[in-house]
């Protein structure tokens, strides 16, 4: 895999295939980007389960919060790793020894581990590194376009009204 440039199709089919959602580092302080992304993902359908030991038991976003991996009720989808790259790697680490193995380990951005990504993949595991699922579900699904950033994606498909909020998904489907 090359973890340098990743097809669209590549991106939409994992953000099309996951519901629950690890975020590991997940914060309750509103000004953070793991905040931000937590509100995005749960916006758009998405099983959150944020991981944050300081938070553990309490909630966050009216999700409750956990304390590690281990803790969760369920082996997530998608594990977001908010982490720092040698984190990620212990992480990943952690992630294959324990055996319960999500369809994909997600490195925001600036986070990239190519050593424990080829190990997570040769376990079966999809990877990216360096992306946010937040920036790429936007920019897929053309709602980046509404701030006038330039998606390079097209589309005649007219936004549709969903809780009070403008709302085009990656495949129509609704969540939940």
Not at 91 to 104: F, M, R
Not at 121 to 137: F, Q, T
């Amino acid at each position: 895999m090359n973890h340098d440039d990743y097809s669209d199709a590549y991106i939409k089919g994992i953000l099309d295939e996951v519901n629950t959602v690890a975020m590991i580092g997940a914060s309750a302080n509103t000004v953070r980007p793991s905040y931000f992304v937590l509100k995005y993902l749960l916006s758009k359908g998405y099983d959150v389960w944020p991981i944050n030991p300081g938070q553990a038991g309490k909630e966050i976003l009216g999700q409750t919060a956990y304390g590690s991996l281990d803790a969760l009720p369920d082996t997530p989808d998608m594990v977001d790793i908010f982490r720092n790259s040698e984190a990620a790697a212990q992480i990943i680490d952690q992630i294959l020894e324990g055996g319960k193995l999500p369809k994909v380990i997600w490195m925001q951005l600036t986070v990239r581990h190519d050593e424990a990504a080829r190990r997570a993949e040769d376990a079966g595991i999809k990877v990216v590194m360096n992306r946010c699922p937040k920036i790429e579900y936007g920019r897929l699904s053309g709602e980046i376009g509404w701030a006038g950033v330039n998606s390079k994606t097209l589309s005649s498909k007219r936004p549709t009204l969903k809780s009070g909020f403008q709302h085009r998904g990656l495949t129509g489907k609704t969540r939940g």
